[in-house]
């Protein structure tokens, strides 16, 4: 955990992350929240926690991590500019600001990494990809991971790039699983269940299945290839599931357009 830390933007993402790195002993009396309208839940944590909530004068810390809404960069960033001192650390995780952006709107700073975290995060079983500019110590990268491992699993890519692909993959990947749930209830209804047990099973059949993933460390293929057997009912659905046009095309496609549109909500 960094010795020092602001936050600025404490909403959904920011909060989380916070509440995140608290449970994991980041030093409430060095830690700073700035939110334009907290949240009750934001107010009753820092209270309760002893951080310090939209304090008169605030001054630079080792760590900057920026969670407000992309569209609020522009008009933010004259007052956080002066947030930034020569050893802070920009932590952004803005959809779609690159780190040139940042820069360009942000000139005093140097070392950022720029994170795409996901909605899991909020209950600290997030998939975050992370990319550090040239100017990020290893020091710096390691306080960086450490608040990013503090909701889950993160990863740290070599090519800025990749966050377009990190994006599509585990940043929108959430709502793929969740439409996997209702379409394997409607599948169910279709099948003869009513609506409340095809629903009540699709939902615990991805749970379940989730959790397993987590308990064994082995590749999700073996672990289908372990509930398949040859002619049996779930060979007969993968069949299908696995033909040409089914579902690792359509993921590929699914993926490939998230992917275009991360691109072109940049800048
Ligand atoms: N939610 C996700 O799953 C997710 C995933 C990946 C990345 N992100 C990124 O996380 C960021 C935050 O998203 P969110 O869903 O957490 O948004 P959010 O719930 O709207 O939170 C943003 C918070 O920042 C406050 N704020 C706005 N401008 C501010 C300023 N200049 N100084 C201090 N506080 C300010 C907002 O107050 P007001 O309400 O008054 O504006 C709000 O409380 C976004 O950039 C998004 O791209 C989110």
Known sequence: MPASLMLVGAGKMGGAMLAGWLEAGLDP?????????????????????????????????????????????????????????????????????????LKARLPAARAIVRAMPNLPASIGRGAT??????????????????????????????????????????????????????????????????????????????TGAGALLEADSAEAAALRQAVTSPGGTTAAALTVLMAEDGLPALMRRAVAAAKRRAGELSG
């Open 29 to 101: 009396a060095t830690t700073v929240v700035l939110d334009a309208a907290p949240s009750e839940a934001t107010t009753r944590l820092c209270a309760a926690r002893g951080v310090a909530l939209n304090p008169d004068e605030p001054t630079p810390s080792r760590v900057l991590v920026l969670a407000i809404k992309p569209q609020g960069l522009d008009a933010a960033a004259p007052a956080l500019d002066r947030l930034i001192g020569p050893e802070t650390l920009l932590v952004s995780v803005l959809a779609g600001k690159t780190t040139a952006d």
């Open 129 to 206: 990809g992370a990319f550090p500019n040239a100017a990020v110590t290893p020091d710096q990268r390691a306080a960086a991971g450490g608040l990013l491992a503090a909701t889950g699993t993160a990863v740290w890519l070599d090519d800025e790039a990749a966050i377009d692909a990190v994006t599509a993959v585990s940043g929108s990947g959430p709502a793929y699983v969740f439409l996997m749930v209702e379409a394997l209830a409607e599948a169910g209804i279709a099948a003869g269940l009513s609506p409340e047990i095809a629903g009540r099973l699709a939902r615990a059949t991805v």
